[in-house]
């Protein structure tokens, strides 16, 4: 675990999750530009895009880990300092894709198109974003002692609920061995990349690639959310806040398969 990568003069520190966010951004919005590019798009005018999309996906993060955790929450300025931690990563897919809807809206861009070109990006994000979630700590599974399991320092997310828990005595130097969940959803990541590529290059309509990406995750991150244990994602009765929202994004990009797909000639 290292939550904190390198310290700059004056004891600055440059965190892993952070640094991991931003190459994410950065890296994907650069083949996202290229794909549209290469499609005929506008890539400057879909830059501006990429802003949108940006500042809706940290505004969703911060409000729905909001809305999970009400009680971390004194007053509403509260909520608009991010920087304090707490973000929910589905929050933030859903907040970009209200802000990318908006602005091709307004701006009159094909949507399908754009997204298709975004997909990957999507992807890639979700593995290189996931290990900076492991080198924090956060996010992290259940007891195991399977043979990848692994162990946080004490402080760390999992020692911390453990100890909580009664898991664990407040003297203890490591967690439980868990589930590696964060690893698990890079990996997810990378298979989601690959099955994004494959899809975008045969696709038969635009806006194919994004939604099948989107049913991919859905099941992906439901499975994965058995094995978590952090308590800060929330829950509704049985199921996890995610799970809920992957059945309502899986239902809604398996219908906009099936209806565009009834579309195309026989």
């Given at each position: 675990?290292?939550?904190?990568?390198?310290?700059?003069?004056?004891?600055?520190?440059?965190?892993?999750?952070?640094?991991?966010?931003?190459?994410?951004?950065?890296?994907?919005?650069?083949?996202?530009?290229?794909?549209?590019?290469?499609?005929?798009?506008?890539?400057?005018?879909?830059?501006?895009?990429?802003?949108?999309?940006?500042?809706?996906?940290?505004?969703?993060?911060?409000?729905?880990?909001?809305?999970?955790?009400?009680?971390?929450?004194?007053?509403?300025?509260?909520?608009?300092r991010w920087w304090d931690g707490?973000?929910?990563?589905?929050?933030?897919?859903?907040?970009?894709?209200?802000?990318?809807?908006?602005?091709?809206?307004?701006?009159?861009?094909?949507?399908?198109?754009?997204?298709?070109?975004?997909?990957?990006?999507?992807?890639?994000?979700?593995?290189?974003?996931?290990?900076?979630?492991?080198?924090?700590?956060?996010?992290?599974?259940?007891?195991?002692?399977?043979?990848?399991?692994?162990?946080?320092?004490?402080?760390?997310?999992?020692?911390?609920?453990?100890?909580?828990q009664g898991l664990l005595p407040?003297?203890?130097?490591?967690?439980?061995?868990?589930?590696?969940?964060?690893?698990?959803?890079?990996?997810?990541?990378?298979?989601?990349?690959?099955?994004?590529?494959?899809?975008r290059r045969r696709r038969a309509?635009?806006?194919?690639?994004?939604?099948?990406?989107?049913?991919?995750?859905?099941?992906?991150?439901?499975?994965?959310?058995?094995?978590?244990?952090?308590?800060?994602?929330?829950?509704?009765?049985?199921?996890?806040?995610?799970?809920?929202?992957?059945?309502?994004?899986?239902?809604?990009?398996?219908?906009?398969?099936?209806?565009?797909?009834?579309?195309?000639?026989?």
């Amino acid at each position: 675990m290292y939550p904190i990568l390198y310290r700059l003069p004056f004891g600055v520190p440059i965190y892993s999750y952070g640094t991991a966010l931003c190459l994410s951004v950065l890296v994907g919005q650069a083949i996202a530009l290229r794909a549209a590019a290469r499609r005929g798009l506008d890539a400057a005018l879909l830059q501006r895009c990429c802003f949108w999309a940006l500042a809706g996906a940290f505004i969703g993060a911060r409000l729905l880990y909001a809305v999970t955790n009400p009680a971390q929450f004194t007053d509403l300025l509260v909520v608009f300092r991010w920087w304090d931690g707490g973000v929910v990563a589905y929050g933030g897919f859903l907040g970009g894709f209200a802000g990318t809807v908006a602005f091709c809206i307004r701006h009159d861009v094909p949507l399908g198109e754009w997204i298709d070109c975004a997909a990957p990006s999507l992807a890639l994000g979700l593995a290189l974003t996931r290990i900076g979630c492991f080198l924090a700590g956060c996010d992290f599974g259940t007891p195991w002692t399977g043979p990848w399991a692994v162990q946080f320092p004490a402080g760390s997310p999992a020692f911390v609920q453990q100890v909580a828990q009664g898991l664990l005595p407040a003297s203890g130097v490591r967690s439980l061995p868990v589930h590696p969940t964060q690893l698990y959803e890079s990996l997810a990541g990378v298979l989601l990349l690959a099955l994004a590529l494959v899809v975008r290059r045969r696709r038969a309509f635009a806006g194919e690639a994004f939604a099948v990406t989107v049913i991919g995750y859905a099941i992906l991150r439901a499975l994965i959310e058995v094995f978590r244990a952090d308590l800060d994602r929330g829950a509704i009765g049985l199921v996890s806040t995610s799970q809920l929202i992957a059945a309502g994004t899986c239902c809604s990009a398996a219908a906009y398969l099936w209806i565009f797909r009834q579309r195309q000639p026989t």
